[in-house]
Structure formats: C-alpha cells, structure tokens
C-alpha cells in the first residue's frame, strides 16, 4: 500500500485514536493552529555621518562602521573641505522567516490526550521559534557583513597607511581637519540623508569627526540635535575638552563626547551604538548632596569608596562606562560646562588608577543641565556614572 504523506499521514494516528476513544472532532481542536507567524528583528531609522579630513578613510573607521552596522541605518562617509563622498548607503532591513503559527489550546473539557498532544505541540512550536530567530539574527547579521564590505570604507578611493591617531584615518594638519570644517560637512552630509532617505532618525543621529584641531566658528544650529564624537590626533586638556563642548552644543549637538588618540575603534563603536540603539544598561548614580563642594572638583573620601566600589563592575571584559558630570546653576553656562567635566574627568581618572581600562570609559561634562533638585542646591554638584553591562547590550 502506498504510504500516505504529509499532514495526512501525521494525523492518522491520532484519527484513530479519538475514534477508539468515541471523542468527536478531537482532531481538529489538538491540532488547530493561529495564523503563520512571521519571525523578524525590529529596528527604527537611524543614521551615522563620519567626517574625515583627507581624501581617504582608513581601516580602523570601517571596523567602526562594521561593529556598529544595524539594519534601517543610513550612513555616509564624507571629506571635509570637499564635496567627495567615500561611501554611502542605507543598511539592509532584517532577515524574515514565516512558521506555522502557533498551537490554539483545546476547548474547556478537553481529554488527557489531548492536553498532552497540545502541550507537546507547544513545546515543539516554541523550539521552532528559537530556531527561526538564531536564524533571523545570524541572516541579518551575514547581510550587514556584505553591505559593510560592499561600502569598501577603508579602500575608498585609495590604500591608506595607519596615521598617527587610533582611528587610523588621515589628518592633515590643513583647514579640512579643522572642527568647524567636519562640522559643516556633517550637516551637509546629514541634510542629504534627510532628503534622500525620508525617514525619521529621531535622537539616533551620531557624528563622527576625527580633527586634527579643534579650531573654528561653528554656526548656531548646525547640528541640529546630532550626538557628536570628535576623535582628535592630540590629546587635549580639559579645558580644550569643555570648551570644544560648549561651543558643539551652543551649535546644536544635542550631546558632545571629545576624546584624545588614546581612543580605540571599540570604545568609538561603544558610544556610537548608544546612540543608534537602545542597550540595557545598569545605572549607577554615585551622586551625593556633598559629592562636589562649590567650584571644586575634589572627590570626597566618602564618594572614593562608592567608585571604589564599582571598579570590579568596570574591569569584566567589554565592560564600559560614561562618567557624567553636572553643575548647580550659579556661575556662566562656559564655566559651569569646565567644571562639570572636571569632575566627570576627576571621577575618570580615579578608576583608571585603580585598574580601570581608560578605553571603558568617556567622560562627558553637562554643565547645569538636568538639575535633580533647585538650580544652587548642591546636589546638582554631582557625577552621573551609566554602566554598560557585558552581555547586556
């Protein structure tokens, strides 16, 4: 006799079972099924502008781009001082796979049999969706891989030798590394990617910049509510830091992060992905009404032990940190931004002696902004420490 096949054949047994058993239409209520169900990863529009100085991108800025890569994100690689493009796109969408949908529960008075051939169909439902999903991610994942390497960043147009900065992109000491020139190259770069994408980045909007000094006139509102990365080939003081800042939000970033040569293309990575996405982290405020006195950056001995506390958090691998540091209102908006940072970097460099990798951390300043109690009052004289957890991202 021919062997009957697919949900014929599956079904058989079960057939004659509720016929032994005198249960009518046992059949359809322990294998009825909801719609197909539609495996997939969800993602919102974001977008990433790197400017560069010279007419080449180096290596290490598309290990940037390739740690960073989500599907739904325009990005552009663009030559300050020119109107050159080196590479630009907008990422694939995530992979889809279509299961059967899930197993509808039997009706009230249902048998032991068929309880249990449901609760095994369940469970077989909820394998096959794992499954589905490590296949959606691996899919999506091998796709960004190729766009990644279609875009060609570190061969874009020519072979680029490692420069003196870790982000291995070339800064000539010429006006195109100045900031006020990536600057509005990225706000170039970002109306055209308004244009041409059509889509709403909302607050995931990062500019990348890697100047050779952080000289210029930038324009009130430029950047209109960017999140700025500059990535110097000098290590610059604090006070260079503050003030770079002051004068990238005063032109409308909506948040600024200054970092020195000693920056890696992981820590980069780290603090655009904040930006783009949404990772889960673990908060950990070590603010205190009596953290900072007025004008000074000291920690007390009280507030050493707190980050004392937090250094076996910071040393796990991939762990990472931004140190965020605040002002009370009293005093200019400049000198409240110098002090902020102050204490943010005072904060940095005690977990860097005590073992913490400066590469996981980024010390940001906020001057008075986000005041958690009346502008004077001197719990706003305090450092915000946000920790991002390994396997949490």
Known sequence: MKRPSGALWTRAPLTLACL?????????????RSADFTVTESFVPSAMVAVVPGPTAGPLLARVVTATARPDESVSVVAAGTTTVL?????????????????VAPAPGATSFQLATYRRSL????????????????????????WVRRLSIAGRPGTLARAAGSGGVARP?????????????????????????GADF??????????????????AGELTGDDVIVD????????????TQVNLLAAGAA?????????????????????????????????????????????????ARLLTSLVPLLRQPGAFAWI???????????????????????????????????SSLAVIGHSASDPVAAGPSGKNRRVVVVIEVPGRA
């Open 20 to 32: 032994l058993l005198g249960v009518s239409g046992c059949t359809l209520s322990t294998r009825a």
């Open 87 to 103: 590479a630009a796109g907008t990422e694939p969408v995530p992979a889809k796979i279509i299961i059967p949908g899930r197993p």
């Open 123 to 146: 469970a077989g439902w909820h394998a096959n969706l794992a499954s589905a999903r490590r296949a959606v991610a691996a899919r999506t994942q091998a796709a960004l891989t190729a």
């Open 173 to 197: 000491a010429g006006s195109s590394g100045a900031l006020a020139a990536q600057c509005a190259a990225a706000a170039s770069a970002f109306a055209g990617l308004d244009e041409v994408a």
């Open 202 to 219: 909302g607050n995931r909007r990062v500019v990348l910049l890697y100047a050779s000094s952080l000289g210029g006139t930038l324009p």
């Open 232 to 243: 110097t080939s000098f290590l610059p003081s604090a006070a260079a830091v503050a003030e």
């Open 255 to 303: 948040q600024a992060t200054v970092l020195g040569p000693e920056a890696t293309p992981a820590q980069i990575a780290r603090l655009v992905s904040a930006v783009l996405s949404e990772a889960e982290v673990v908060t950990v405020d070590v603010s205190r009404a009596i953290l900072f006195d007025d004008n000074s950056a000291t920690l007390m001995p009280a507030d």
């Open 324 to 358: 965020n540091g605040y002002a009370s209102t009293p005093g200019s908006n400049r000198t409240n931004y110098f002090i902020s940072y102050a204490r943010a970097a005072g904060a940095a460099s005690f977990l860097e002696a005590h073992g913490v990798a400066a």
